[in-house]
């Protein structure tokens, strides 16, 4: 079972509002992910992070979008002013590598009303 | 550009039966290939993965998954279903010469069993 732990699991902000979420990766686990899974099963990669070092990003959605991975505290995604198109299941996943297998936390489910 | 497709939204099958999910990928070399299990309100949870070698690999849960290069595929299967198997399954692919380790998963497949 995975170790990756995502807080909050669920999330309800009303439109503009921010919305921010957080995940501890599995201990010693360098490479931090983000995917947005929407109602149709899609997936979109957000972010990754090797130690506190962004990897790899895609436009960060009109920079509504932000994320971090400080040293010795929780990784976090957040977004600034949250939209309807925003509701869908952020998933956190870590690996000990980008070439290894990525495990992923339970994920946060953001509903934006 | 790589991808993945699982051609099968949905499958029912009887409690004890096979199981069969099929996923195809696009990619211009070998790459590293996963499934994965999604059940209800909850995160992913990897099945298994192939990365070189023996085109069978077991995964947990009585699950495995034979690579073929020839037919770009790499189907899961498992002997006999379980009630508690009912999820939804995804294929995934990680492109090895990236160095972000990112996937791209197919659309998943709905498994209901069914008593």
């Known amino acids: 079972n995975s170790k990756v732990i995502q807080t909050p699991r669920y999330l309800v902000k009303g439109q503009g509002q921010k919305a921010k979420m957080r995940c501890i990766p599995e201990?010693?686990?360098?490479?931090v992910f983000w995917y947005q899974q929407n109602k149709n099963n899609e997936f979109k990669f957000l972010i990754n992070?090797?130690?506190?070092?962004?990897?790899?990003q895609i436009d960060m959605t009109e920079k509504r979008f932000s994320a971090e991975c400080p040293s010795n505290s929780p990784c976090s995604l957040e977004i600034q002013s949250s939209e309807a198109g925003d509701s869908a299941l952020y998933l956190c996943?870590?690996?000990?590598?980008?070439?290894?297998?990525?495990?992923f936390g339970k994920g946060t489910r953001l509903t934006v009303v | 550009a790589q991808s993945v497709t699982q051609p099968d939204a949905r499958v029912t099958v009887s409690e004890g039966a096979s199981l069969q999910l099929r996923c195809k990928y696009s990619?211009?070399?070998?790459?590293?290939l996963f499934w994965y299990v999604q059940y209800p309100r909850q995160g992913l949870q990897l099945l298994l993965k192939?990365?070189?070698?023996?085109?069978v690999v077991q995964g947990v849960n009585s699950f495995e998954a034979e690579f073929s290069k020839s037919n770009s595929s790499f189907h899961l299967q498992k002997a006999s279903v379980h009630w508690s198997d009912s999820a939804v399954y995804f294929c995934?692919?990680?492109?090895?010469?990236?160095?972000?380790?990112?996937?791209?998963f197919g659309e998943g497949t709905q498994v209901t069993v069914i008593s």
């Open positions: 995934a692919l990680m492109n090895t010469g990236g160095l972000s380790g990112k996937l791209t």
């Open positions: 996943a870590s690996s000990l590598t980008t070439n290894t297998e990525v495990f």
């Open positions: 192939y990365y070189s070698g023996d085109p």
């Open positions: 990619y211009s070399a070998t790459p590293y």
């Open positions: 201990k010693g686990h360098p490479v």
């Open positions: 992070f090797q130690n506190q070092e962004v990897l790899q």
